[in-house]
């Protein structure tokens, strides 16, 4: 059975960094578009980051660009999400997707398979 796991999620203040891993059971990631979403209280999913198969590019919501990194590990299978300079509207939980059909990565709720999410707070 394919399976994502999240982790990497927890409280922390304004400014500070915290990295999600996106980790597999099942198949492995390398060879799949990833997908990172984020879902805040009443509001809808959105696509956080991704990165391609294809050729590796990344892609960022205007949001978060120049504070978060998407990055592989090809050794552990594992796709991270590095967030820095935390702001409290990033508080969400947030998703990894990965995608069986795309190579191109989208920032669109298309994909395959989902996580079950892990939380981010941002708070003093």
């Known amino acids: 059975q394919l399976q994502l796991v999240e982790s990497g999620g927890g409280l922390v203040q304004p400014g500070g960094s915290l990295r999600l891993s996106c980790a597999a059971s099942g198949f492995t990631l390398d060879y799949y578009a990833i997908g990172w979403f984020r879902q805040a209280p009443g509001k809808e999913r959105e696509g956080v980051s991704c990165i391609s198969s294809s050729d590796g590019s990344t892609y960022y919501t205007d949001s978060v660009k120049g504070r978060f990194a998407i990055s592989r590990d090809y050794a552990k299978g594992t796709v991270y999400l590095q967030m820095n300079s935390l702001k409290p509207e990033d508080t969400a939980v947030y998703y990894c997707?990965?995608?069986?059909?795309?190579?191109?990565?989208?920032?669109?709720?298309?994909?395959?398979?989902w996580g079950q999410g892990t939380q981010v707070t941002v708070s003093s």
């Open positions: 997707a990965v995608s069986m059909v795309f190579r191109r990565c989208v920032l669109r709720n298309e994909y395959d398979y």
